[in-house]
């Protein structure tokens, strides 16, 4: 079974960590057939798959069924769950019956937004033997109190900031961090400060691995450039044109033709 120490092994063997998000059964098996080394089952699903304005939306029982589609197809690929919203911030007991219950689903490992306040409920997951992974920088979850999705930690102070945040995150025990919008060079500092592995987003290449949106990466939502993305692809491009000719086939009678239909 794939374990997320895997990626401290390819931080100390200097090998970067790819990382997409999925949120169905149908994308995992095609990441699964692909060299990406680890899926994260974001609440971003509750923006790209559900249509909410910001991963506040996504709630425990939105998040489980897209979970538990994906480790169906998903095959050894590690699985990264996201905690949602609040989910991390009610308590200990709150908190451990979500990171159980997203464990149990199929996820392998729980990724946690946030700083001081999640140390006591990552140091008992991790007790407990539930691996974490911590999220700083921009964490969408705040984007009501953060203003927008902007880029973090560009003063010296607030870099000095959030490297005391990420090693108090690394001294109670997250196997990895995710850097989110942050200055490239502040998170290849903090990359090279930890022990574990830091994967970017907005990070620059400076970090150990690299976290996209899958759709995002494939080009699906025309409207969504950031500066931080790379499209591999012109999916909702491609997708229209065939659509189009489908529609036009039907319309056509073109479609079915003799050898799709049963004599
Ligand atoms: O939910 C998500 O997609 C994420 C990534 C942006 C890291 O947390």
Redesign the pocket.
Same mark, same amino acid.
């Given at each position: 079974m794939q374990t997320v120490t895997r990626f401290n092994a390819l931080k100390r063997s200097q090998q970067k960590i790819s990382?997409v998000?999925c949120y169905d059964f149908w994308s995992a098996q095609l990441v699964a057939d692909s060299g990406v080394d680890s899926i994260?089952v974001?609440?971003?699903?509750a923006v =790209?798959m559900h249509g909410f304005p910001s991963?506040v939306h996504a709630t425990l029982e939105l998040m489980l069924p897209h979970v538990a589609a994906v480790a169906r197809g998903a095959g050894n690929k590690i699985i990264v769950a996201?905690m949602p919203f609040m989910t991390a911030s009610s308590g200990l007991e709150a908190g451990v019956a979500a990171a159980t219950a997203l464990i149990q689903a199929g996820a392998h490992v729980v990724?946690i937004?946030g700083a001081s306040h999640q140390v006591p409920l990552i140091a008992h997951l991790v007790e407990a033997g539930i691996p974490v992974i911590g999220?700083l920088g921009l964490t969408?979850q705040s984007v009501l109190q953060l203003g927008g999705h902007r880029v973090q930690a560009k003063s010296t102070a607030a870099a000095e900031a959030l490297l005391t945040q990420a090693l108090n995150l690394e001294s109670v025990g997250i196997s990895a961090l995710?850097l989110?919008c942050v200055p490239a060079k502040i998170a290849s500092r903090i990359a090279q400060t930890m022990a574990c592995a830091v994967?970017g987003?907005g990070a620059g290449v400076g970090v150990d691995g690299q976290?996209? =949106?899958l759709q995002d990466l494939l080009g699906a939502n025309r409207d969504f450039s950031p500066k931080f993305l790379r499209k591999y692809a012109d999916l909702s491009q491609e997708v229209v044109t065939a659509l189009n000719r489908y529609h036009e086939d039907v319309v056509s009678a073109d479609f079915p033709s003799r050898c799709e239909s049963y004599a």
């Open positions: 990382m998000t994260l974001g609440d971003s699903l =790209v991963t996201d990724k937004e999220h969408p995710v989110e994967i987003i976290v996209l =949106v």
